[in-house]
């Protein structure tokens, strides 16, 4: 399987460049914001979301000084929302590591969120690009729409796939497309080459969200961390959809019941039901569907290292264990 070092080979200089200007952004001679910055800093994750800026901007005319303000912009958009759902949720961890309202406040939490969401508008405004501008806000807007959409839905057995793939395209797969428009755009694209890049990154987020989802229910052990927290949460996840629509009329009620009253349904119960009724299997049909039409989307472009490492990024979406 693809790794996340050969999918960035392609902008590995440029990523490094990246990271020095996203870093200096992660600076404040307030010592409480300092330190919160900083610890925001030593905990990034996969970075993802900026390298598929780069490689939208290498598939098209090249990485500017554009490309790499974008970049950043959208990193930091990633880590304001992951604040701030931490809030929501009442999160006390986020990826093995206390979340900011756990190891100092809500207060804090919120504020640096906010602080975050200003250094974005300067680094917007200072790039001078009305249509980057548009797509990043556009973005912002259904983040905050898909969190109230699971908010609205928080603890309820009854939603259904449609209200599911609502919540994850303006969560997640927005977001990645975002970051594959936005990044095109910054390179001097043409119309044709920003639509097929934002395509591609929508369904590349469905997938990356889907898996997530899947990988909730995988063992613990094997993954490295915790599972099932979905559920803890009072989320409904495709896996666990797809079960209950399977299942007799009788015992996908009795399951919603028990679901609905916190710690009255062991998890290994929760992930036996979806096993026997393939959840699993149905989530990574879709998958499938959704990489078909990524793959489709980037047939307008000639073969390219950045083509490649794209391509991989989508099959590394669907095959990580973690």
């Not at 990489?291 to 472009?301: D, G, I, R, T, Y």
Request: hydrophobic residues 40%; charged residues 25%.
């Amino acid at each position: 399987m693809y790794t996340i070092l050969d999918i960035r080979r392609p902008i590995e200089q440029e990523f490094h460049t990246y990271e020095k200007l996203y870093a200096s952004t992660l600076v404040s001679d307030n010592p409480l914001l300092h330190d919160v910055l900083n610890y925001i800093s030593t905990k990034q994750g996969k970075q993802l979301r900026p390298q598929l800026v780069l490689l939208a901007a290498k598939l098209c005319r090249g990485v500017t000084e554009k490309t790499l303000k974008t970049a950043v912009a959208l990193e930091l958009m990633h880590n304001a929302s992951l604040v701030h759902d931490d809030v929501v949720d009442a999160s006390p961890y986020r990826h093995g590591s206390e979340s900011i309202q756990e190891r100092w406040t809500n207060k804090v939490a919120v504020l640096v969120g906010g602080y975050l969401l200003s250094v974005i508008m300067n680094i917007l405004v200072d790039l001078r690009h009305s249509r980057i501008m548009s797509i990043v806000s556009n973005m912002a807007k259904n983040l905050s729409s898909g969190e109230m959409l699971q908010l609205y839905h928080k603890g309820s057995m009854w939603i259904d796939e449609h209200c599911y793939y609502q919540i994850i395209e303006q969560k997640t797969a927005r977001l990645f497309a975002a970051c594959m428009e936005a990044g095109a755009e910054s390179s001097g694209c043409t119309m044709r080459q920003a639509t097929a890049l934002r395509d591609f990154g929508l369904h590349l987020g469905m997938c990356f969200q889907i898996k997530d989802d899947v990988l909730d229910y995988s063992d613990s052990e094997e993954i490295g961390k915790p599972t099932m927290s979905d559920i803890r949460d009072g989320k409904v996840t495709l896996p666990l959809l797809i079960a209950l629509n399977r299942a007799p009329k009788d015992e996908a009620q009795a399951i919603k019941i028990r679901l609905e009253q916190p710690l009255t349904i062991p998890e290994d119960d929760v992930r036996s039901f979806v096993l026997r009724y393939d959840g699993i299997g149905y989530a990574y049909q879709q998958m499938q569907k959704h990489k078909q039409k990524a793959v489709e989307a980037l047939k307008c472009f000639h073969d390219s290292q950045a083509k490649s490492s794209l391509l991989q990024l989508l099959d590394y979406s669907i095959n990580r264990l973690k």
